[in-house]
């Protein structure tokens, strides 16, 4: 894992955060549901040729928007070149960034800790940006069991899971409201790229 504090400037930040906005209106966020119909504590949407999705029938990278029923739109070039460069710095000089999944938590949001195994190629690294209030990443091991540790996640921090990190156990507590100006109405987001093939 490599955990890269305060990498991105003020302006990169403000960027990154004006091209989410700009997906947002063709893309809503929306609030996933597990198969068992409860929906997931944040929102979320995806930019790339596939985006990850979650509902009745599970979860899985879907080429449309599951609200519009639209393909999403393509990742911004300073998105997928940013991501590029990060997983040089961990190795992986043919990275494709495939699909960019953006959450947003609000105030009472959690993401219960999980694997990220949805994705056909489950070697190439995992790019996380995360922009607004401090997120509480909650980082573990190979196994549900194995003991978590706290990493804030703060605006302009990047954080790779790469290598063995790759498939281990994280969440997000929850967020520390007011930690940042970013976002007008607060809150965090959090992008991640990935190569899902
Ligand atoms: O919000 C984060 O920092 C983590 C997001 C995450 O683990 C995921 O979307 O799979
Ligand atoms: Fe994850």
């Known amino acids: 894992m490599l955990h890269l504090q305060q990498y991105l400037s003020e302006s990169q930040q403000q960027e990154i955060l004006q091209h989410c ?11 996933p549901t597990m198969k068992n119909g409860s929906p997931f504590n ?5 930019c790339g040729k596939v985006g990850w999705i979650s509902d009745q029938n599970g979860y899985r990278y879907d080429e449309k928007h599951p609200v519009t029923n639209k393909p999403w739109q393509p990742i911004p070039g300073v998105i997928r070149n940013l991501a590029k460069s990060l997983a040089a710095e961990v190795g992986d000089y043919n990275y494709k960034p495939e699909t960019c999944l953006i959450n947003y938590y609000t105030q009472s949001s959690k993401l219960g800790l999980h694997q990220d195994n949805t994705e056909v ?6 790019i996380s940006i995360s922009l607004g209030d401090d ?7 190979k196994r549900r069991k194995d003991p978590t ?5 703060k605006s302009g921090d990047i954080l790779i899971l790469h290598g063995e990190s790759r498939m281990f156990y994280h969440g997000i507590k929850g967020i520390i409201h007011g ?18 093939y």
């Not at 970013?182 to 190569?195: E, Y």
């Open 121 to 126: 190629n489950q070697k190439s690294p995992i």
């Open 149 to 153: 540790k706290e990493i804030i996640l």
């Open 135 to 141: 997120g509480i990443f909650l980082i573990g091991g």
């Open 21 to 31: 906005r700009e997906i947002g209106k063709k893309s809503p966020l929306f609030s």
């Open 179 to 196: 930690t940042s100006n970013l976002l007008k109405s607060g809150g965090r987001l959090n992008l991640t790229i990935r190569q899902v």
């Open 42 to 46: 944040y929102q979320m949407t995806n």
